[in-house]
Every structure is written in C-alpha cells, then in structure tokens.
C-alpha cells in the first residue's frame, strides 16, 4: 500500500487593506503600518468643535507647517502600541533591576549630606519638567494631523509621565521613603531662582496653539539642552565627584533619549524638507525658543556645573539641528 501526500498552495484573495494597498501595492504589509497609515478619520464628521467652530475635529489648519502627505512622518523605529510596548518593557525591566540593586545595597548610604543636596536641588526638581512634557507631547497628539505623528507623540506623552516616576523615585531613596526630598525639590521648583526661568518657559509652552510649534520648543530645544546639561554634562560631574552610583538610577533616561532623537530628528528633516517655507518657519520656531529656554537655564546650567556648560550644551543643539537640514 502506497501513501501519496500531496501539497497544495493556496494563495490570498489579497494581501492586505484596500487603503494600505493604495500606498504600498498590493503585497503583505508590516504591522506598522497597517496600525499607522490612513487610520485617523478624514471626513464624514457628525459635528464641527462646538469650542472651535471653524476647524474639523482632525485638521491639518491647526498648525502653520503644510505638508503633501502628513503620513510623510514615518517613525524611524516603527512604533505602534505592541512594538512600543515590548520595546519600554525591556527597558523598564533594566531600570528596574538597577534600582532594586541600589536599594538593596544601600548605595544611597554611601553619599555624602551635600552630594544628596545637590541631587535633590538640581536632578529631583526636573520631575516637574517632565510633567510639562507629558502636557505638551498629548497636546500635539490631541490637535495633530495623521496618525504617524500623533501616535508617536502619545508614546512620548506616556514615557514622560514614566521619567517623572523614575525621577520621584530618586527622591524617596535619598530621603529613605519620607518624601521630604519631594517636597524639598518641589519647593526648589516653586520658589528657587535658579528654577524660575524654566518653570516659566515650561509654562508657556503649555499655553502656545500651534501643536507643531510646542513640538519644535519641548521636543527639540528644551528636551535637547536638558539632556545634554543633565544626563550627559552633569551625570559626568557625578562619576567624576565619587557619585558614579547614581547613574544607574538615571540610565534609562540616557537610553531613552537616544532612542527618542532617532524620532525627533526625522521628524525635523521630513518637515524641513518638504518646503522652503517649513523649513525657514522650523528655523524660526527654534531661534524663538532657544532664545527664551536659553536664559531660563542660565542660572541653573551656572550654579551646577560652571558658566561653559550652557554653551556646550546649545552645541549639541545647533550639531543635531544641522544634520536634520536647518540653519543651512
């Protein structure tokens, strides 16, 4: 008796959604974009904003930037919510292990009174910074157009709420979970000169319309000299002053910048390169802010780490504005 096992192809009706098959052809779609591209509504509203009349609920007019294709923003790491998700699980369980390593060994022991002061006057207030972010970053998802910038801007609002954590949490291990640092640290942020100007730019980035724009100044310019002037600048001060520790409580936010900048910076040179016109309203844009962030952290950059450090910090800025295409 002879078994003859046959085989037989069966091929898809079509590979993929009809809207999708329109911009890639017909052929199998990765999961980023099928969850990105042509996914926010474009028409057939019930009813106009009852608090903005003149506008559709989704509409590219609420920002000066025009673009061809607003779905042109492809997120460089591919981001929707399962890879997002994944991607800050690992990170989350590296940062996790690092602070259960500090507590558990009592590192925090090791510091000196003033360099706990410090921490708590310089790195524990910018939780507060952090919270302006998350304000600003669900503002530009809310108001922006195309889901490839705006679910990226969700994923940014979502990770800042989770650095604020990180940074609270800084806090409560310095002062063995009494909360007083937070409560010191918020005072700094309310009433301390060094943190005035920057509470104030913060503040009026929460107030500016067009969401693009408060992209550009928390994304670009105040995200770009914080984490120079803290993560870079100020994390090397700590090594270098018996206080190396403490970077693993703030390596996920190392991380986690250079991970955002990929996105930051691809949203730059995309919308720089579409028109004469967006780039010198980019160009704009960043000559505004840095203009009002700059002398906000004057005092701050000077007391904690010396007059040179700004400087070397908007270096870094005009470095990454230029390899994105601006001030060319």
Not at 278 to 306: F, I, R, S
Request: with cysteine.
């Amino acid at each position: 008796m002879t078994i003859e096992i046959k085989t037989a192809t069966l091929e898809p009706v079509r590979n993929t959604f009809a809207h999708i098959e329109r911009r890639f052809g017909d052929k199998p779609a990765t999961r980023y974009q099928e969850a990105t591209y042509d996914v926010q509504s474009e028409a057939y509203f019930h009813y106009r904003p009852l608090w903005q009349p003149d506008k559709e609920l989704n509409d590219p007019t609420r920002t000066e930037i025009k673009m061809e294709d607003w779905y042109a923003f492809k997120d460089p790491r591919q981001f929707y919510y399962g890879a997002y998700v994944q991607q800050r699980s690992k990170m989350q369980e590296v940062a996790e292990n690092n602070y259960a390593f500090f507590e558990k060994r009592d590192l925090a022991r090791h510091l000196p009174e003033d360099m706990k002061a410090k921490l708590i006057r310089y790195l524990v207030p910018l939780r507060h910074v952090e919270h302006g972010a998350n304000l600003n970053n669900m503002y530009a998802s809310a108001y922006g157009y195309g889901t490839a910038i705006t679910q990226a801007c969700l994923y940014n609002g979502m990770d800042r709420l989770g650095i604020a954590q990180y940074l609270s949490r800084i806090g409560l291990i310095l002062d063995g979970n009494s909360g007083d640092a937070l409560a010191e640290a918020k005072l700094n942020w309310l009433d301390e000169k060094i943190w005035q100007g920057v509470r104030a730019a913060v503040e009026e980035m929460t107030t500016t319309e067009d969401w693009f724009e408060v992209l550009v100044a928390q994304d670009v310019v105040m995200d770009s000299l914080i984490n120079d002037l803290f993560y870079n600048q100020f994390d090397q001060w700590l090594q270098d002053n018996g206080a190396q520790d403490v970077g693993m409580l703030t390596e996920f936010m190392q991380v986690w910048a250079k991970d955002t900048n990929r996105w930051v910076d691809a949203v730059l040179k995309i919308a720089a390169a579409e028109s004469a016109e967006n780039k010198a309203l980019l160009e704009q844009w960043v000559t505004k802010w840095k203009g009002k962030v700059l002398p906000a952290m004057e005092l701050l950059a000077g007391e904690m780490l010396g007059a040179e450090a700004l400087a070397q910090a908007e270096a870094a800025l005009d470095k990454r504005l230029n390899k994105a295409g601006l001030f060319k």
